[in-house]
């Protein structure tokens, strides 16, 4: 078919979850011309598919591996604090309501190997700043009576919460659009080449139709799927495809006000508004396969041992959750990076190509996007994110030329 051109534009987005979204209206508001791309609709991925977590302490999986990992791992936390000012101020901003409620989060032990690792991981958040208390056993109670008796401490962090993830990126995406944005769904960017100091991206459509579009710098914001982005500009980005599982319980009265972790299992659980209770925690779904590759174009598998047993794990620790019904499980793919961070800045090998991808992109996504918006725009970010930079997986890439 022939090429038809798209025209050029400031910056190019691919991918239209929340990073995507929320920087194609940052970009916008900020004056740039944007285009947006994205290969099937907006929001349909992990951005729209997962539990809706605003977790600011550091997860269970990120202290697991020991204290050497974890003080790596604690580096995220510069990035939550921002987060935090940012989700707090995002309905107004916005001017939409996303339900968004931060109204305290708890990681809860209930073994003495359980207290001790609340203990180690309070003292790394201190140090970095981030204002948690650890909460004894009557402390507990008192907080949280819906809690099990075996739980015998947590670690409470009071900006902690959640919001509804069907509606925080479709919300960037409506105002990106008042701003100017043009945004194009069920269309896949095929190629990217440097041309002087421009990229060109060739798409294709739904219909088959192939176009051609100019811009001056290039976001990579495509979630599980920016190494293949990144591959198309002849780039290696450590980021791989996760599976995840999640669950809702049918409706009860309001019973948990708070974002409940659990301090060496892994359990998420909250109760949303409508008074649905969201079960998840990062137990694995499967990839279909094709041949010997993982598929990632099909959505993943539910594992059904891994279904009861998170669910197993949430009535355990809350017993009213025994006298209700599930009501759905679904899954999500996420990406993570090799080392547990987020890509967060300007490609070194590839001026103008930039990423936002990895970590804890729903959590911390907002600020992903300003920021790195931030960067495109005025070539500094207002704070700091050297730490994220994709400059760190450099090595990689040293015998990736640019092109």
């Not at 107004?92 to 968004?100: N, S, Y």
């Not at 690792?117 to 907080?143: C, D, H, I, K, Y």
Request: aromatic share 6%; hydrophobic share 45%.
């Amino acid at each position: 078919m022939p090429q038809r051109s798209l025209g050029s534009c400031d910056v190019l987005v691919i991918g239209g979850g929340l990073v995507g979204c929320a920087a194609a209206y940052y970009l916008s508001r900020a004056g740039a011309e944007v285009a947006l791309i994205e290969q099937a609709d907006l929001n349909r991925e992990a951005s729209g598919r997962n539990a809706g977590s605003l977790h600011f302490q550091l997860e269970y999986r990120l202290i697991k591996y020991g204290d050497a990992q974890a003080a790596q791992f604690a580096q995220i936390i510069p990035l939550s604090l921002i987060a935090m000012e940012d989700w707090s101020g995002l309905e107004h901003e916005l001017d939409t309501p996303m339900e968004v409620e931060m109204n305290g989060g708890l990681i809860v032990a209930q073994t003495p190997a359980d207290v001790a690792m609340l203990e180690n991981r309070q003292a790394l958040q201190q140090r970095w700043g981030l204002p948690t208390e650890l909460l004894s056993a009557a402390e507990v109670r008192r907080r949280a009576p819906y809690l099990v008796e075996t739980v015998i401490a947590a670690s409470f962090c009071g900006r902690e919460g959640h919001a509804n993830p069907r509606l925080v990126a479709p919300a960037f995406a409506r105002r990106a659009e008042t701003a100017g944005a043009r945004i194009r769904c069920r269309t896949r960017v095929t190629a990217l080449q440097r041309d002087g100091s421009r990229w060109r991206a060739t798409v294709r459509r739904g219909d088959g139709s192939i176009e051609e579009i100019d811009a001056r710098a290039v976001l990579d914001a495509a979630g599980a799927w920016a190494a293949e982005i990144a591959a198309l500009a002849h780039l290696h980005l450590p980021i791989y495809p996760v599976p995840l599982m999640m669950n809702v319980i049918e409706r009860t009265v309001p019973t948990i006000p708070h974002l409940v972790q659990h301090a060496s299992r892994r359990l998420s659980l909250k109760q949303v508004g409508a008074g649905n209770v969201l079960v998840g925690g990062g137990w694995p779904g499967r990839f279909a396969r094709v041949h010997s590759t993982m598929d990632t174009q099909q959505r993943a598998e539910p594992v059904l041992d891994n279904m009861v047993e998170n669910l197993a794990l949430a009535v355990e620790l809350v017993p009213a959750l025994a006298r209700l019904h599930l009501l759905r499980t679904w899954t999500g793919i996420t990406g993570v990076t090799a080392d547990q961070m987020p890509l967060l800045g300007e490609v070194p090998e590839a001026p103008g190509f930039f990423v936002a991808a990895g970590g804890a992109a729903f959590t911390h996504g907002p600020t992903y996007a300003r920021l790195i918006s931030e960067l495109i725009c005025t070539g500094r970010a207002s704070t700091a994110i050297d730490l994220y930079s994709p400059a760190r997986f450099s090595h990689v890439n040293n015998f990736m030329a640019s092109i």
